[in-house]
């Protein structure tokens, strides 16, 4: 478990929402506090960030969340304003990637508005090449406006890095998935159904690797599953609301953290503006809605756990800032502790 201090973070967001694209920040490791360093608009709407790492250093990878959609890397080994541009953007072959992730020698995106997943392979230097593989999605789900096709929201390798997991709010539903590093083909190897009409967004998994949890964005709730690895198997096992009674919304659940001691899980909540505050049981396989916080802004669209798990960021997207909270260890409650100002803003990650 990782429990050094992040020396720097990058705040991704929508340069077509008046965003200034990959915004770079030092952080003060005592405070946590961020101090913007620099800014690059390379490229156009970079809403959700990776980090990888070459033979020859650090890359930030980045999605353009556009039409035509592309993967750009960045050059993040000195500690300079703002990244380097490495290349140019390598097209995904899908609309709308929202989320990508770095497994071996490949960049995966989940290409929202098509619903597809894109492989693309990654050389020497961190440069991405055009994708070579795709793995469409089909289905719908009872929702009449945003469930009309599949939506890939997700995609990311589950802790033993033997599987991908690749969530879909469109279908209700997340793959189980394997990748070939040689060739980069992707394949469905098992496809759990939700409860129709949830739209599951985002997962993640207790520390533990035999649970993980998923975000629904269309109702306010947290699935809890059950992961066998061995088999990659996902099976869900309950849902648990993650708003207070008599909210009347909407809202809309957008991303979560698990503590790295598995005690907590933290939900960030659009519509509700809000942090929810989950306690886990011992195992991970319950969760239970503790209380809500104001999240510090507007539009919670993405909620990072610090490297020392000891803080949490919220990238509000609609009221434009990064703000971040001291948790106390006892209770799980964030405190808000600041904010930065970051127009547009759609995720945190640190390096």
């Known amino acids: 478990m990782c ?48 980090i990888g790492a070459t033979d020859r250093g650090r890359v ?46 490949h960049v995966l995106t989940a290409n929202y508005t098509c619903g597809s997943v ?28 945003r469930q009309r096709g599949p939506h890939a929201h997700q995609v990311l390798p589950d802790p033993t890095g033997q599987w991908i997991l690749d969530v879909d709010l469109g279908t209700d539903s997340v793959g189980v998935c394997e990748l070939d590093p040689a060739t980069g083909d992707m394949s469905l190897h098992r496809e759990t159904a939700l409860r129709p009409g949830t739209g599951p967004r985002h997962l993640t998994f207790h520390p533990s690797g035999r649970h993980a949890y998923v975000i629904n964005e269309l109702e306010p709730t947290l699935t809890v599953c059950r ?38 899980l933290w939900v960030a909540n659009r519509g509700h503006d809000s942090i929810a505050v989950l306690g886990l049981d011992a195992s991970g396989a319950r969760a239970e809605l503790i209380t809500t916080v104001p999240c510090g802004g507007h539009w919670p669209r993405d909620l990072t756990l610090d490297p020392t798990g000891t803080r949490l960021y919220a990238a509000n997207e609609r009221s434009g800032d990064v703000t971040w909270f001291d948790i106390d260890a006892r209770s799980g409650v964030p405190r808000r502790a600041g904010s930065i100002a970051a127009p547009a803003a759609s995720c945190v990650v640190f390096a």
């Open 118 to 145: 894109s492989v693309l392979p990654v050389g020497p230097d961190g440069e991405p090449s055009a994708a070579v593989g795709v793995l469409r999605h089909e289905g719908r789900g009872p929702h009449p406006q």
């Open 3 to 50: 429990d050094r201090s992040a020396e720097r973070a990058f705040i991704g967001s929508f340069t077509s929402a008046g965003g200034r694209g990959i915004i770079s920040a030092a952080v003060d490791g005592s405070t946590g506090a961020l101090k913007e360093t620099g800014a690059t608009d390379a490229v156009a709407d970079p809403s959700y960030l990776a």
């Open 227 to 264: 992961w066998d690895a061995s088999e990659g198997v996902l099976e869900a096992l309950g849902e648990t609301t993650v708003l207070p009674g008599g909210f009347a919304g909407p809202g809309y659940a957008s991303e979560a953290a698990v503590a790295h001691d598995g005690r907590f």
């Open 60 to 105: 930030l990878y980045a999605v353009s969340e556009t039409t035509e959609g592309a993967v750009a890397a960045f050059d993040i080994t000195e500690d300079t304003a703002a990244p380097r541009l490495i290349g140019v953007p390598a097209p995904v072959r899908g609309a709308g990637p929202t989320h990508l992730a770095v497994v071996g020698g």
